[in-house]
């Protein structure tokens, strides 16, 4: 289980203090899917950052399994079980694909093994493995790479910001078949950001995260409603800029 | 050969043991073994210290190996070998020096290769260097590779200094004529107090002749490397080269390059970086559960294989 106890976190800038996250309270059961929406720069990316330790919070406790991480390293935290996919996934020169899915998955597995997780995120494996994770590949195909690591890693909690972004509509469809996998098969924690409905539809709760604070939070199939038809929750994600619109599934 | 010239051959040239085809294995300034092949020949020069290797035109997958160690601290040497390869040959040439030293005084090697490659001919050539032993003395190299490449012949040179050598001055020449090709690869990583000098001058002087210089390269420590990378369009041509380094702790690196195009046909491109370790590639490497020094470890390793 992952807690966060009165979590802020805050930056300077030239106008002074800013506070990106204001005072957060949040449990995520274990093997619960958790969606975070909201608009554009209310925190979701920070607070990502914070559970995986990227970020360290000005004030507040994180736990995990009721153990206090806050002050853990990025490395110690991986290794007690927690994962983040990037947004923009990091590119690398001289790094194969197949040296990336074999450090995910923390030991020398087989080539065939490696090619088995990117098969799942609808990568023609050997067409990859042997590439290397730079600019050659596109933005689509790295996103993808990064979610295979995430399948490699087979950790109890797996953070995702915005795997959707990037990516066609055909991966999506395995993508979602991939976090249900995820999910129900291998019964893991997953969070994920996103503003995808679909996505939104296939989590146990939604987390609505506004100007640092969480708005709302409810089982999905209460809080995706609201948010479509514009009700409550919806009026915070059109107070974000154009790129936080919600995208229903015929877009 | 003691053990100590063995693990050094596995290192430069990666042989455990005599390898098939031509060699000449020179060990603390003298032959230590020799081989030649009815298309490649091995002739000790009589006015200087040094090999004269020929390959006969039309060798084809055939290869050559003439490392050099030094396990004698304090040993200097100065060693000409010069290669005359002929038309239609596809060969591989692998030299490479590698020095221990276990005492107090500087060891030496100092190397001048020249290549006179003919018409139509591939040539590959690797060229690794190394050095170990906790002796204060320091282990110098010092390089020159002079490269005639006759019409259409491709060569490509790969060379690797990654461990163990405190002071290099490299200097790699080149001449192509008609529709020739030269393609050099680097990778160079320094450390501790280290200094290495490299610098690569070629002229494009036949028509429709190319090259590619690629140095890739780690300072570490208190470590300072300099590249100079000089290509002269003379004809129609095309050149391009790129320096790209990673910088690290107190060490230094200066990326000079300079491109003279003679001929309005001369396409010259010229690129060089140089930078930390992206922040972001060590936490990625982190999240995955690497400690910091093993994620900068990893990624280095990468960016020299």
Same mark, same amino acid.
Request: glycine share 10%; aromatic share 4%.
């Given at each position: 289980?992952?807690?966060?106890?009165?979590?802020?976190?805050?930056?300077?800038?030239?106008?002074? +203090?800013?506070?990106?996250?204001?005072?957060?309270?949040?449990?995520?059961?274990?093997?619960?899917?958790?969606?975070?929406?909201?608009?554009?720069?209310?925190?979701?990316?920070?607070?990502?950052?914070?559970?995986?330790?990227?970020?360290?919070?000005?004030?507040?406790?994180?736990?995990?399994?009721?153990?206090?991480? +806050?002050?853990?390293?990025?490395?110690?935290? #991986?290794?007690?079980?927690?994962?983040?996919?990037?947004?923009?996934?990091?590119?690398?020169?001289?790094?194969?694909?197949?040296?990336?899915?074999?450090?995910?998955?923390?030991?020398?597995?087989?080539?065939?093994?490696?090619?088995?997780?990117?098969?799942?995120?609808?990568?023609?494996?050997?067409?990859?493995?042997?590439?290397?994770?730079?600019?050659?590949?596109?933005?689509?195909?790295?996103?993808?790479?990064?979610?295979?690591?995430?399948? #490699?890693?087979?950790?109890?909690?797996?953070?995702?910001?915005?795997?959707?972004?990037?990516?066609?509509?055909?991966?999506?469809?395995?993508?979602?078949?991939?976090?249900?996998?995820?999910?129900?098969?291998?019964?893991?924690?997953?969070?994920?950001?996103?503003?995808?409905?679909?996505?939104?539809?296939?989590?146990?709760?939604?987390?609505?995260?506004?100007?640092?604070?969480?708005? +709302?939070?409810?089982?999905?199939?209460?809080?995706?409603?609201?948010?479509?038809?514009?009700?409550?929750?919806?009026?915070?994600?059109?107070?974000?800029?154009?790129?936080?619109?919600?995208?229903?599934?015929?877009? | 050969?003691?053990?100590?010239?063995?693990?050094?051959?596995?290192?430069?040239?990666?042989?455990?043991?005599?390898?098939?085809?031509?060699?000449?294995?020179?060990?603390?300034?003298?032959?230590?073994?020799?081989?030649?092949?009815?298309?490649?020949?091995?002739?000790?020069?009589?006015?200087?210290?040094?090999?004269?290797?020929?390959?006969?035109?039309?060798?084809?997958?055939?290869?050559?190996?003439?490392?050099?160690?030094?396990?004698?601290?304090?040993?200097?040497?100065?060693?000409?070998?010069?290669?005359?390869?002929?038309?239609?040959?596809?060969?591989?040439?692998?030299?490479?020096?590698?020095?221990?030293?276990?005492?107090?005084?500087?060891?030496?090697?100092?190397?001048?290769?020249?290549?006179?490659?003919?018409?139509?001919?591939?040539?590959?050539?690797?060229?690794?260097?190394?050095?170990?032993?906790?002796?204060?003395?320091?282990?110098?190299?010092?390089?020159?590779?002079?490269?005639?490449?006759?019409?259409?012949?491709?060569?490509?040179?790969?060379?690797?200094?990654?461990?163990?050598?405190?002071?290099?001055?490299?200097?790699?020449?080149?001449?192509?004529?008609?529709?020739?090709?030269?393609?050099?690869?680097?990778?160079?990583?320094?450390?501790?107090?280290?200094?290495?000098?490299?610098?690569?001058?070629?002229?494009?002087?036949?028509?429709?002749?190319?090259?590619?210089?690629?140095?890739?390269?780690?300072?570490?420590?208190?470590?300072?490397?300099?590249?100079?990378?000089?290509?002269?369009?003379?004809?129609?041509?095309?050149?391009?080269?790129?320096?790209?380094?990673?910088?690290?702790?107190?060490?230094?690196?200066?990326?000079?390059?300079?491109?003279?195009?003679?001929?309005?046909?001369?396409?010259?491109?010229?690129?060089?970086?140089?930078?930390?370790?992206?922040?972001?590639?060590?936490?990625?490497?982190?999240?995955?559960?690497?400690?910091?020094?093993?994620?900068?470890?990893?990624?280095?390793?990468?960016?020299?294989?």
């Amino acid at each position: 289980m992952l807690e966060l106890i009165d979590v802020s976190f805050e930056v300077e800038d030239i106008s002074g +203090t800013k506070e990106i996250i204001k005072h957060i309270n949040l449990k995520i059961d274990d093997k619960k899917f958790v969606a975070i929406t909201g608009p554009n720069g209310g925190g979701k990316s920070t607070l990502a950052k914070l559970i995986v330790g990227i970020e360290k919070p000005t004030s507040g406790k994180i736990l995990f399994n009721g153990e206090d991480i +806050t002050d853990m390293s990025i490395t110690q935290r #991986a290794k007690m079980g927690i994962s983040y996919a990037f947004q923009q996934p990091v590119r690398f020169k001289g790094i194969k694909v197949k040296d990336l899915v074999k450090l995910a998955s923390g030991e020398n597995i087989s080539v065939s093994s490696a090619c088995d997780f990117l098969s799942e995120v609808g990568l023609c494996a050997r067409d990859y493995i042997n590439r290397d994770v730079d600019s050659s590949l596109s933005g689509g195909e790295l996103k993808r790479i990064e979610i295979a690591t995430i399948i #490699a890693r087979n950790t109890e909690l797996s953070v995702f910001d915005e795997p959707e972004a990037g990516i066609d509509l055909w991966s999506f469809k395995n993508l979602i078949k991939v976090f249900e996998k995820m999910h129900k098969e291998n019964q893991k924690s997953i969070i994920i950001i996103s503003h995808q409905e679909r996505i939104l539809n296939i989590a146990d709760e939604i987390i609505v995260i506004s100007g640092g604070n969480i708005e +709302t939070v409810g089982k999905s199939e209460e809080v995706l409603p609201m948010l479509l038809n514009g009700v409550d929750g919806a009026s915070l994600l059109r107070r974000g800029t154009e790129g936080c619109k919600f995208h229903s599934e015929e877009e | 050969m003691d053990e100590i010239q063995k693990t050094l051959l596995e290192q430069i040239a990666g042989l455990h043991e005599v390898p098939s085809g031509a060699y000449n294995i020179r060990a603390n300034g003298g032959m230590a073994a020799r081989n030649t092949t009815a298309n490649i020949d091995i002739v000790t020069k009589e006015d200087k210290s040094g090999i004269d290797i020929m390959i006969k035109p039309g060798t084809k997958h055939e290869s050559v190996h003439i490392p050099v160690v030094l396990s004698q601290s304090g040993l200097k040497e100065m060693v000409y070998n010069d290669f005359y390869v002929g038309d239609d040959c596809d060969v591989v040439i692998v030299a490479g020096c590698g020095i221990h030293n276990g005492g107090d005084e500087a060891s030496k090697h100092d190397g001048i290769h020249r290549f006179f490659v003919g018409k139509n001919s591939k040539v590959k050539y690797v060229e690794k260097h190394y050095g170990s032993g906790d002796g204060k003395g320091e282990r110098m190299m010092n390089p020159t590779t002079e490269i005639e490449l006759g019409e259409n012949s491709y060569m490509e040179l790969e060379t690797v200094q990654i461990r163990g050598i405190d002071s290099t001055d490299r200097m790699t020449k080149g001449k192509l004529m008609k529709g020739a090709k030269l393609v050099i690869n680097e990778k160079l990583m320094t450390h501790g107090n280290q200094y290495a000098k490299t610098a690569f001058e070629i002229d494009l002087d036949g028509e429709g002749s190319s090259t590619n210089v690629v140095s890739r390269s780690v300072a570490k420590d208190n470590s300072k490397q300099i590249f100079l990378a000089k290509i002269n369009g003379n004809n129609k041509c095309a050149g391009h080269s790129e320096c790209d380094a990673i910088i690290m702790d107190n060490a230094k690196i200066s990326a000079i390059r300079e491109i003279n195009a003679n001929c309005v046909d001369a396409e010259l491109i010229h690129e060089a970086a140089i930078g930390k370790i992206a922040g972001e590639q060590i936490i990625k490497l982190m999240t995955l559960g690497l400690t910091e020094e093993e994620a900068e470890a990893q990624i280095v390793n990468g960016f020299l294989r």
